[in-house]
């Protein structure tokens, strides 16, 4: 079994990813695992072939992505599936489809010009985010019109929430398979510990709205950024392949969940490469 996992390069310590300790065992049960750093190669687009029962999307740079899309649509099983990390990149799409699915979003607005937000201030602030955004960066809080033209550095559409205070800590939700995970962490985080956070308890409505966000976007391996404010619960950000902090043998977990869907594509027969757009077209 051969099984090539996408990942960014970055410093960061061994101790803040889940991922070499994913390898290691998966390396343990005897399958052949590559690692793949499409920012270090130069790669021939040509030379792009399948040459693993299954790629792992872990990283989310827009090389990755690319790499991944190029693999899909010659046949390869990706992990989560490329569509479905295409979509999740994009968070005006993702909104949609989390309403479409009945789960609780704050009212959401998006505009290619800062300005054009001015008017939604009148009932109070608003948190902005790049529309292509990750991990909080480029996030604020917007309280007057005139800290709108702060935002003109922020490239491409802004994606504009209504902001709604907190109660407590963050909370995070993880589906891995069929088990989902809850995690509440101190934001923004100043140490490892901060990121780990602490388990808490899942009740029926939050795993209700974790079950409605799988069977939107069809995929078992998801993270959900929620809040919860005058005791209602909130999805503020869908994450496709989280980093899994705070998850009780979380490694192990993965490796497993991995493991099966690469033994699974190996039964079946191999994909054709997707159709082209002539084809399409004729």
């Given at each position: 079994m051969r099984i090539?996992?996408?990942?960014?390069?970055?410093t960061k310590t061994r101790q803040q990813s889940v991922m070499p300790d994913v390898v290691q065992i998966l390396t343990d049960w005897g399958v052949d695992v590559d690692l793949i750093y499409p920012e270090q190669e130069l790669i021939a687009v040509a030379n792009i072939q399948v040459e693993h029962d299954l790629y792992v999307l872990k990283a989310s740079t827009n090389?990755?992505?690319?790499?991944?899309?190029a693999l899909h649509a010659i046949g390869a099983a990706v992990l989560n599936p490329y569509p479905i990390a295409a979509i999740l990149r994009d968070k005006i799409v993702t909104e949609r489809i989390l309403r479409t699915a009945g789960v609780p979003t704050p009212d959401t607005f998006v505009a290619d010009r800062a300005e054009l937000l001015a008017p939604l201030l009148a009932a109070g602030p608003m948190i902005i985010k790049p529309y292509r955004g990750s991990r909080g960066r480029g996030v604020r809080v917007v309280w007057d019109a005139d800290e709108l033209d702060e935002l003109a550095s922020i490239d491409g559409p802004l994606f504009a929430q209504r902001y709604q205070k907190p109660?407590?800590?963050d909370r995070k939700i993880y589906c891995i398979g069929d088990q989902i995970f809850g995690v509440e962490r101190v934001w923004p985080p100043l140490s490892y510990q901060d990121k780990v956070g602490r388990p808490f308890t899942i009740t029926s409505e939050l795993r209700d709205i974790a079950l409605r966000c799988r069977r939107a976007f069809g995929v078992d391996?998801?993270?959900?950024?929620?809040?919860?404010?005058h005791g209602r619960p909130y999805v503020v950000d869908v994450n496709s392949f989280p980093g899994f902090k705070g998850v009780p043998d979380a490694a192990l977990r993965l490796a497993d969940y991995i493991f099966a869907a690469a033994e699974q594509r190996r039964e079946q027969p191999p994909s054709p490469a997707r159709q082209t757009l002539e084809e399409i077209q004729q």
């Open positions: 090539g996992i996408l990942m960014m390069e970055h090389l990755a992505m690319s790499m991944a899309g109660e407590g800590l391996l998801l993270g959900l950024d929620v809040i919860i404010s």
